[in-house]
């Protein structure tokens, strides 16, 4: 059973910091993995998502890294500001099946202060 | 108007009621889920449909009966709930075995 966790359950930086998040998974069988954003109350915003076969992604001041083979991918948010403040979800999708479920992660509590 | 669309954006229902929740998806996807996303807990899938049929169906309680008419319409009949099933419920769908998922803003329901 694939079982992905994320570390730091919680993290406060001032505005400014570069930083990183962590997401580790038992199950290395997986087509891609998505990062996504949850702010209080609302739906996933998917930030970033990196295939297998890729090493990593990039969007604006978001990086996300993939080592398939030792199960952890990383989300590099660089220049922090108030507005990155929310709940970080990374999520892995396991091979075979069109509707192939994800599996989440516990999630990263984001507060960046100025 | 692109992306999933869910409504009502919010909910307040009685045990005795009966609602649905909707859920669009303008992005030519084949696979629609419903997500439940409890105070402190991780989300929990609750259906998947694809091409229209359930594929799955995590022992979810019978009070929530999910409806797939087409392949960008998602419904969620409620009826009977308790107060443990208040909670922010999330539709995503999917296209293919390599895509992305994308979400809906959510529906927040609370029942008394």
């Known amino acids: 059973k694939q079982e992905v966790t994320q570390i730091p359950a919680a993290l406060s930086v001032p505005e400014g910091e570069n930083l990183v998040l962590n997401c580790s998974f038992t199950d290395s069988a997986i087509y891609n993995l998505q990062w996504f954003r949850q702010d209080p109350g609302k739906g996933l915003t998917s930030l970033l998502l990196i295939q297998s076969s890729q090493r990593e992604q990039t969007s604006g001041r978001l990086n996300a890294s993939l080592d398939k083979s030792s199960g952890r991918s990383t989300l590099y948010i660089a220049a922090s500001q108030p507005g990155d403040s929310a709940t970080y979800l990374c999520a892995v999708r396991p091979t075979g099946g069109t509707a192939s479920k994800l599996t989440f992660g516990t999630g990263t509590r984001l507060q960046v202060t100025l | 108007e692109t992306g999933v669309t869910q409504t009502p954006r919010h909910l307040v229902m009685g045990m005795t009621n009966k609602k649905s929740l909707k859920c669009e998806q303008h992005?030519?996807?084949?696979?629609m889920y419903w997500y439940k996303q409890s105070a402190k807990k991780p989300l929990e899938l609750m259906f998947v449909?694809?091409?229209?049929?359930?594929?799955e169906n995590n022992s979810v309680p019978s009070r929530f009966s999910p409806e797939c008419p087409n392949s960008s319409h998602l419904f969620l009949h409620l009826h009977t709930l308790q107060p443990e099933d208040s909670a922010l419920y999330l539709c995503a769908s999917s296209q293919d075995t390599y895509g992305g998922y994308t979400f809906g803003s959510g529906t927040r329901l609370t029942v008394v």
């Open positions: 449909y694809s091409l229209e049929e359930r594929v």
């Open positions: 992005l030519g996807h084949n696979a």
